[in-house]
């Protein structure tokens, strides 16, 4: 029996969350259980409700101790309330095992309700939900699980190369957790939305049931050191098709070379989504051009950015990753050497302007770990009094970076804020990722990294350590 204060949430998010009817809904159901005394549990999962963007292919798993799947449920079928109804009475949907999710509290779940959750990539309005169960992580045997992954007929190395086929999140912390997310009702097609030749392919999806008379599209074509052309595009001006699970909308424009074309996706005068994209072979940056020549597609690069990837003794990949971003972008970092000599220095200082500077420090963890935030506090003022001291007036912007997601870091947002630290977190990296592609602007960058200040305007002492 579900928990009455478990119940009142679900209902205050399916109220906030806008919803395609049943009827007209798809979700994304995914999950990874392991076997504990004999019953599979949760470990975690995800379920996307509105699917208007591409998802993971379906997947499955069965072994002795692992169970794994992800597929697509339409509305008709289970709806959402009957989805998130099952999830907080500790039952899984699954296709043939019963599977629990074991409440963190006899019956009660910790619920978390984000109306501008985290989106995966970045740059598009998503209202979600996080369900923790209860802590799993020191029952389960990760060892001799892998062992059984390695053995099966489809072999696996470990849980998070399952986590990663299934296409859900390993949690982070010990609890089990089952993460819900609504997408928009209309998006960017990020897999049909290219340049080419001087023309702009753009695609729009928006689910079975949106009005189509309430979409549009707004652009932003750039140019290098050229005028900015901003228009829109009524539905009524793109050729539309009707699949299976959604409504897919398709414009050709003509672009100048070299544009970076930034898409945005209203619905009803809103806008819910937005996608950058540019001709690789004309691309404005000619930065990235350079990495690509030594690194084909940023694959290196963009893997050293993973949080799964960013951590023991890959964690120093992570900072070089970062700093390869920050010359991408167009400002001029240095990293500093830890071999001995420059312990006491900040990870990396960037210079973006003639007097705009950023000392950064980057964790794979949290941001008071190692005493990071403190010491990236305590090392700005010391540089600053060394610029004071010899007359010059240079912006110091203290930066601390992490592949953690900003809910994840949520508890620690206002001791940076007090201290005017901006947090560069998981849905942070997206979005500078997406900057790689436009004509470089190290000020705008600047400006940019200074707005994930965290907002703060009550903390006066808040515990750093």
């Known amino acids: 029996m579900s928990h009455p204060k478990d119940l009142g ?36 999962g995800r379920v996307i409700f509105n699917v208007v963007m591409p998802t993971p292919a379906p997947f499955s798993f069965f072994s002795d101790t692992v169970i794994a799947e992800s597929f697509l449920v339409r509305g008709t079928e289970k709806s959402p309330r009957e989805i998130l ?56 045997n990760y060892p001799e699980i ?21 296409g859900v999140l390993h949690p982070s912390g010990p609890q089990s957790v089952f993460e819900v997310v609504a997408q928009v009702l209309t998006a960017i097609d990020t897999g049909r939305s290219v340049v080419n030749g001087g023309i702009a392919t753009i695609g729009v999806n928006a689910l079975h049931g949106v009005d189509l008379a309430e979409v549009s599209l707004g652009l932003k074509i750039a140019v290098p050191k050229g005028d900015v052309e901003r228009r829109q595009v009524q539905a009524d001006q793109m050729n539309w098709l009707t699949t299976d699970t959604k409504q897919e909308g398709t414009v050709e424009i003509s672009v100048p070379t070299g544009a970076v074309v930034e898409c945005i996706a209203c619905y009803r005068g809103r806008a819910l989504h937005y996608y950058w994209i540019a001709d690789p072979s004309e691309t404005a940056n000619g930065r990235k051009v350079s990495v690509e020549t030594f690194d ?69 963890g949290i941001l008071k770990a190692e005493g990071k935030l403190a010491n990236l506090i305590a090392r700005t003022e010391r540089l600053r009094r060394q610029f004071r001291d010899k007359g010059r007036n240079v912006e110091l912007l203290p930066v601390i970076v992490s592949p953690m997601s900003r809910q994840e870091l949520a508890s620690e947002l206002a001791a940076a804020g007090a201290h005017g630290v901006a947090v560069v977190a998981q849905e942070q990296l997206a979005e500078l990722q997406a900057r790689i592609d436009r004509p470089i602007d190290a000020n ?8 994930y200040v965290p907002a703060d305007p009550n903390a006066v002492a808040i515990d750093i350590n």
């Open 444 to 451: 705008a960058v600047f400006k940019e990294i200074k707005s």
């Open 9 to 44: 949430q679900i209902n205050d998010y399916l109220d906030s969350a806008a919803l395609a009817s049943d009827d007209d809904q798809l979700s994304a159901y995914g999950y990874v259980a392991v076997k504990l005394n004999g019953t599979f549990a949760l470990i975690g």
């Open 146 to 166: 892998a062992w059984d992954l390695r053995s099966h007929e489809t072999p696996y190395d470990g849980l998070p190369e399952i986590f990663d086929a299934c």
């Open 296 to 364: 084909a597609g940023l694959s290196r690069f963009q893997e050293s950015l993973k949080w799964e990837n960013a951590r023991g003794r890959n964690s120093r990949d992570f900072e070089s990753g970062f700093c390869s971003m920050l010359w991408m972008l167009g400002v001029s970092p240095l990293h500093f050497d830890r071999g001995g000599k420059t312990q006491e220095a900040v990870d990396i200082l960037s210079v973006a302007g003639a007097d705009q500077m950023m000392l950064i420090e980057c964790t794979v």
């Open 85 to 140: 109804e099952s999830l907080i009475e500790g039952k899984i949907f699954s296709t043939k095992e019963d599977v629990r999710f074991v409440p963190r509290d006899q019956n009660s779940f910790g619920i978390s309700h984000y109306a501008l959750g985290p989106p995966p990539q970045g740059q598009v309005r998503l209202n979600s939900l996080k369900i923790f169960g209860a802590d799993l992580a020191e029952k389960v």
